[in-house]
């Protein structure tokens, strides 16, 4: 399977000590679904997220008080929950993302001839745009989920050129050198990870770029307005819903993993309540 000009073909070892994992992976009904259909796998596991009358208290005092709410969909879950996502992803991303993501992108301001990094690609709704403004640098798309990869590389066929790669890969362990990369956009990824992650993969997000490179993280944020608290309290009922994404707040952890200039930017579309985190090498 191929997604494009420098594509990876391997899928990333699993490594049982890597911490957002140990949210909820041990139940016994995930053991039994390695033999079984990807559409059957899909349905077990939002069988084992899904318990609507079982809110812990944080939770409901977190929702209460604009904080964040603690990840509850593991990591291990994502392939599975964006393969069944892929296809109709793009409705609710468009619906309420699109602000957000277009003020993002400006942010990180490509300019043609650099090298540039989307972390989590997803259907490529970015990609396109970072592609079509660096026709002379290279721009490299990484993601997790092969369907979401699929969707992207979908996209592509009508790129203006080919001058980009598309890599499956995970955010934790980025398969590139110290120091490769201008320019690095993330979105919508963070809001799904635990919050002790945040550090971790913001340092390997600095260790593959250039001094002096940008980075731009777009996210769910924590609502301050009743009308926001839709999403998180959709989020609380059942994390697949809304793909495992609840309000976060990034800027801090991003000035901790050593980013400078840090500023964050909030955008409210349609009442779902993202941010725009920037920082710099
Ligand atoms: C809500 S979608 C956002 C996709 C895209 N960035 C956008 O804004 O439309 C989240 C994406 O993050 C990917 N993802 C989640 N965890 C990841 C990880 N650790 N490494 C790489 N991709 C990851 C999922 O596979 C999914 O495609």
């Not at 770029?209 to 608290?229: A, D, F, Q, S, Y």
Request: hydrophobic share 40%.
């Amino acid at each position: 399977m191929t997604f494009g000009p420098s594509a990876s073909l391997t899928w990333p070892k699993h490594r049982p000590g890597r911490p957002s994992d140990r949210c909820r992976n041990t139940s016994p009904r995930l053991q039994v679904t390695k033999n079984v259909s990807p559409l059957l796998q899909t349905c077990l596991h939002a069988i084992t997220y899904a318990d609507p009358l079982r809110i812990p208290p944080q939770r409901l005092t977190a929702m209460q008080h604009d904080s964040m709410q603690p990840a509850r969909m593991p990591q291990s879950a994502v392939p599975y929950v964006y393969t069944a996502i892929a296809p109709t992803h793009d409705w609710l991303a468009v619906l309420v993302e699109a602000k957000a993501r277009a003020f993002g992108l400006q942010q990180l301001a490509v300019q043609n001839g650099e090298h540039v990094l989307e972390v989590a690609v997803g259907t490529g709704l970015s990609f396109t745009e970072l592609v079509s403004a660096n026709p002379d640098g290279w721009t490299e798309g990484l993601d997790r989920t092969p369907a979401m990869l699929r969707q992207t590389a979908r996209r592509m066929q009508t790129a203006p050129h080919q001058r980009f790669g598309l890599r499956l890969g995970d955010a934790y362990a980025l398969p590139y050198p110290d120091n490769t990369f201008d320019a690095v956009l993330n979105s919508y990824m963070f809001d799904m990870l635990p919050v002790a992650d945040f550090t971790t993969v913001l340092r390997e997000f600095r260790r593959v770029l250039k001094p002096g490179g940008r980075c731009v993280c777009i996210n769910m944020t924590v609502p301050t307005h009743w009308t926001e608290r839709l999403w998180d309290t959709l989020y609380a009922l059942f994390p697949p819903l809304l793909g495992g994404c609840r309000g976060i707040t990034l800027a801090p952890s991003m000035r901790k993993a050593g980013f400078a200039d840090v500023r964050r930017t909030r955008i409210v579309q349609r009442t779902f309540p993202s941010e725009i985190v920037v920082g710099f090498c």
